[in-house]
Antibody
Framework: EVQLVESGGGLVKPGGSLRLSCAAS????????MSWVRQAPGRGLEWVGR??????????DSAAPVKGRFTISRDDSKNTVYLQMNSLKAEDTAVYFC??????????????WGRGTLVTVSS | SYELTQPPSVSVSPGQTASITCSGD??????ASWYQQKPGQSPVVVIY???KRPSGIPERFSGSNSGNTATLTISGTQAMDEAAYYC?????????FGGGTKLTVL
């Protein structure tokens, strides 16, 4: 059974930093492309970014609102993907979901989702 | 930046067919996916690559994509299908979601 478990959320002041983790199990993590998707309270889904598998280059892509502030990385030895969030703003307040991506490389879909972890940015 | 537009809400009677649209510039040239999200739960993919259903998704869910519009169709809608639905596509290595459609079954 595939499991994605996010952790690391919490309350942080504007301008602060936080690192989210997503522990994966039940599939070959090292071959998986992984994404982060967030959802502000009462709002829709917003893609944050993704990291490709190392065999596919291990490169990352990020959404414009977080580019330069958020960094995605992975540790295949721990089956874990990370989201380092710096210079946090109030508008980053959201539940952050980890997903495993599947399908064709040009248009993968978000196959498995974690339960999410809440990040609140407030003074 | 690329945008996907969905109607905020759609209503359907039980047993009837619900159609949820998603509009974007030349969306038909891209692949669309659809996600169902019930209150307090994580999203679930119901359609990917325009028309494909993941295992475990009922046959009453189907999708199409042509021109500027992708459509999610739910045939014989059931009360359990009441949820928010989001379309999604890729544009230049960036994933874009539509704003979501609240489907009410009444």
């Amino acid at each position: 059974e595939v499991q994605l478990v996010e952790s690391g959320g919490g309350l942080v002041k504007p301008g602060g930093s936080l690192r989210l983790s997503c522990a994966a199990s039940g599939f070959t993590f090292s071959n998986a492309w992984m994404s982060w998707v967030r959802q502000a309270p009462g709002r829709g889904l917003e893609w944050v970014g993704r990291i490709k598998s190392k065999p596919d280059g291990g490169t990352t892509d990020s959404a414009a609102p977080v580019k330069g502030r958020f960094t995605i990385s992975r540790d295949d030895s721990k089956n874990t993907v990370y989201l380092q969030m710096n210079s946090l703003k109030a508008e980053d307040t959201a539940v952050y979901f980890c997903t495993s991506d599947q399908g064709i490389p040009a248009a993968p879909y978000f196959h498995h989702w974690g339960r999410g972890t809440l990040v609140t940015v407030s003074s | 930046s690329y945008e996907l537009t969905q109607p905020p809400s759609v209503s359907v009677s039980p047993g009837q067919t619900a159609s949820i649209t998603c509009s974007g510039d030349k969306l038909g040239d891209k692949y669309a996916s659809w996600y169902q999200q019930k209150p307090g739960q994580s999203p679930v993919v119901v359609i990917y690559q325009d028309t494909k259903r993941p295992s475990g998704i009922p046959e009453r869910f189907s999708g199409s994509n042509s021109g500027n519009t992708a459509t999610l169709t739910i045939s014989g809608t059931q009360a359990m299908d009441e949820a928010a639905y989001y379309c999604q596509a890729w544009d230049s290595s960036t994933a874009v979601f539509g704003g979501g459609t609240k489907l009410t079954v009444l």
